[in-house]
């Protein structure tokens, strides 16, 4: 049957909520084929480091047909982060499954109620700022140090191995905000552990209406989407 690849390790695919969204809903154009899903080991995670280099490795090599990866957009960035453990050529995408807006949140007890207070802050404090990412190179990373820069500000990334574990650590007091996916952080939001202060997206979401947008906040550049797709080996028949 198909296999679905994972990237993350065994222990932290609870902390891609994305990744579990997709697969409970978006799998029906598998058919009836028998899904296994499999967790491959990263080296690059003790590094603290997001990088999808072995499943896009073993997506790579695999014989044509036989599995289908999904991976989302800081899987992909492997092969700049880590060059030579996958050929961006041997692996081809063949569908998206779905796009995950983005937000920034801080913890309920943050001084911050707004995102141009935080900013402030960090402003005049150059480097003592910090913030953390579910690891060197994802998405939630590059996306933090376009804002800082943006903005004109000097913070200090924080990595973490994985959403959860950054979640832990904000709200242990161990940074000061985090970009992630609303629903990384809707159970902190509900459970009014966790104050959202903007969005990265077009319009204001409808799960968070009174949260604005980046672009009313005066960035309109920072705009961003986590998409999930789905890749197989080059040359795979049709």
């Not at 695919?13 to 994305?18: F, Y």
């Not at 050529?89 to 207070?117: H, Q, W, Y």
């Not at 690891?135 to 804002?147: A, D, M, P, R, Y």
């Not at 902190?188 to 947008?213: I, Q």
Request: a negative charge; hydrophobic letters at 40%.
């Amino acid at each position: 049957g198909l296999a679905l690849l994972e990237t993350h390790q065994a222990q932290a695919l609870q902390a891609g909520v994305e990744m579990q969204l997709v697969r409970r809903t978006d799998c029906a154009w598998l058919g009836d084929s028998y899904v296994e899903l499999l967790a491959i080991e990263d080296p690059a995670r003790a590094r603290d480091t997001w990088a999808g280099g072995p499943a896009l490795a073993l997506l790579s090599r695999a014989p044509d047909g036989g599995f289908v990866g999904v991976y989302t957009s800081s899987d992909t960035l492997a092969p700049l982060l880590n060059p030579g453990t996958v050929d961006p050529k041997d692996i081809a995408p063949v569908a998206s499954m779905a796009t995950v807006p983005t937000g920034l949140s801080v913890p309920m007890n943050s001084r911050f109620k707004s995102l141009n207070e935080m900013i402030e802050a960090a402003r005049a404090q150059p480097g003592k700022f910090f913030y953390g990412s579910p690891g060197i190179g994802h998405s939630f990373h590059l996306l933090t140090e376009l804002l800082s820069t943006q903005a004109g500000i000097k913070m200090t990334h924080v990595p973490y191995k994985g959403s959860a574990p950054a979640n832990r650590g904000m709200l242990g007091g161990e940074v000061q905000f985090l970009i992630q996916s609303p629903e990384a952080v809707a159970s902190f939001l509900k459970a009014g552990k966790m104050r959202a202060l903007a969005t990265l997206d077009h319009n204001r979401l409808e799960s968070l209406p009174d949260v604005p947008t980046l672009s009313e906040l005066g960035h309109p550049d920072m705009l961003d989407y986590t998409w999930v797709g789905a890749f197989l080996p080059a040359g795979t028949p049709a």
